[in-house]
């Protein structure tokens, strides 16, 4: 290290991006310190991916009680608690985050607590009046929930994602703007424990962003179990009366709907946390909603300086801030990774509600929009034995390519474990196999497994199963 510098590198966040970047930059065997204002581990440990996920399971297995008393067993509910399953949720968050400080440690990163801002390309002030500098700086400061004008967050009636995270009590019904990967997980695990849902999406089809002939299957399941949705449909009020909120709806008619619930739950998008942090004032490109512009490496527009993970135009998500955490480090180190950025079609997406949905690629609509030519196989759960077994029958999976070379173009899952499963069809996009590879490998018998690799037969007109 230059002895110009107090460190060689400076991370500011600790979420998934700022951690994994502290840790690898330590790898490479650069000084390393990390500034974070709250809690190790950012939004996605503490109040995100990972208690979401410690409720979302408590919440399959509250559903499986219908399984023990088709076995004859008596259940007996007048003793359930949700401030148990919170406190759960908790513990995984704060084991989770306790193993992130122990890592750092282990890697010897120094961790100092407080509000980081950038004074120039080198150097950073922390709360005001403590200043470091470092050869490099990686600005990971993640991103918040995005707030509807008219349906500002209070915390009581009007929640945010992090509001419902902290619910240490179900409300009886409740009302979700926004369908995508939050909204609907937040259905998903409402509606289990029992609370009355109404999904509400502005486009046309829940989960807009995936594949449609998947969210198809999604739709008809969430409204088997009594979840009401609302597509093609915009909140246009609401107004607390006594001890619920009643919502104004139009649909694309124009017809209007209140509904009254006893919360509303906004999870319509994030907003960057770039601003007051001194990118601007630096140099830094800022576009005007708040995303960083980076170029190679997710380097800025101020050399030295790097953003990574929800403050840039990529995906926000947990594993694309790791991953850019890496690309970071390693080219500060002048370890150079073999690509200078993420490719957006290899980045996987998951969704954990009941059916799971998973994907990578490109959907049918985007591939059409493109005018891209794309061939299309699907296999259905039910025609794998372990899926029919253990009474998972329900979804497919979808393999896109194209029809000269026959690469994977975009492969899409809904169903059991769909969120492990999709990583083989990804596995084999990035090492350039094709399907007749997958199809041709043994998969043990009966495992889920077997969705992909008839699936991949399908794709060479040959599916067994089905």
């Excluded at 512009?293 to 050399?303: C, R």
């Excluded at 594993?319 to 290899?346: L, Q, T």
């Excluded at 998973?358 to 059409?368: H, I, K, V």
């Excluded at 759960?381 to 390519?401: D, F, P, Q």
């Amino acid at each position: 290290m230059s002895s110009t510098y107090d460190y060689d590198v400076v991370v500011i966040g600790s979420g998934p991006g700022g951690y994994v970047a502290a840790i690898r930059a330590s790898q490479l065997k650069q000084k390393v310190a990390l500034v974070e204002k709250d809690k190790i581990g950012g939004v996605c440990l503490n109040i995100g991916c990972i208690p979401s996920k410690s409720i979302i399971s408590q919440a399959e297995v509250f559903r499986s009680r219908s399984k023990l008393t088709a076995m004859g067993v008596k259940v007996d509910e007048s003793g359930f608690n949700y401030e148990n399953i919170f406190n759960a949720s908790r513990k995984a968050a704060d084991t989770l985050s306790k193993g992130v400080s122990y890592l750092l440690k282990k890697n010897n990163v120094e961790v100092i607590t407080g509000t980081a801002r950038l004074s120039s390309d080198h150097e950073i002030i922390i709360d005001d009046d403590r200043k470091i500098s470092a050869k490099a700086i990686i600005v990971a400061t993640g991103s918040r929930p995005r707030e509807l004008t008219g349906f500002e967050f209070d915390g009581e009636r009007i929640l945010s994602s992090d509001h419902a995270l902290m619910l240490k009590k179900l409300p009886q019904s409740v009302l979700i703007l926004g369908s995508g990967a939050i909204g609907s997980e937040f259905a998903h695990i409402f509606n289990a424990f029992g609370v009355e849902v109404h999904l509400v999406e502005m486009m046309e089809r829940i989960l807009p962003m995936e594949d449609g002939e998947i969210t198809a299957i999604l739709n008809r399941s969430f409204k088997k179990r009594g979840i009401k949705i609302y597509a093609s449909t915009k909140a246009l009020s609401q107004k607390s009366t006594g001890d619920s909120v009643e919502v104004t709806l139009e649909n694309q008619s124009g017809e209007q709907t209140i509904i009254s619930v006893e919360k509303v739950l906004t999870v319509t998008g994030r907003v960057p946390n770039s601003g007051n942090i001194g990118l601007e004032e630096i140099g830094v490109k800022v576009d005007k909603h708040g995303f960083v512009d980076v170029g190679d490496y997710n380097e800025t527009s101020v050399k030295s300086v790097y953003a990574i993970g929800d403050i840039v135009k990529t995906p926000l998500l947990a594993h694309v801030a790791s991953k850019e955490g890496e690309i970071a480090a390693e080219h500060i180190a002048g370890h150079n990774p073999s690509h200078p950025g993420i490719n957006p079609s290899e980045i996987p997406s998951g969704v954990y509600c009941e059916p799971q949905v998973a994907s990578f690629g490109l959907t049918e609509e985007q591939a059409a929009a493109k005018g891209i030519a794309f061939n299309k196989a699907t296999f259905p759960y039910r025609g794998a034995g372990k899926a029919v077994a253990i009474e998972e029958s329900e979804g497919l999976a979808k393999i896109m390519t194209d029809p000269s070379t026959k690469e994977i173009i975009g492969v899409h899952i809904i169903g059991g474990c769909a969120t492990e499963l999709i990583h083989e069809f990804l596995l084999a996009r990035n090492a350039e196999l094709l399907p007749a590879d997958i199809a041709a490998m043994i998969h043990a018998h009966p495992t889920l497994s077997e969705v992909v690799m008839e699936a991949a037969r399908a794709s060479e007109g040959w599916a067994i199963h089905f």
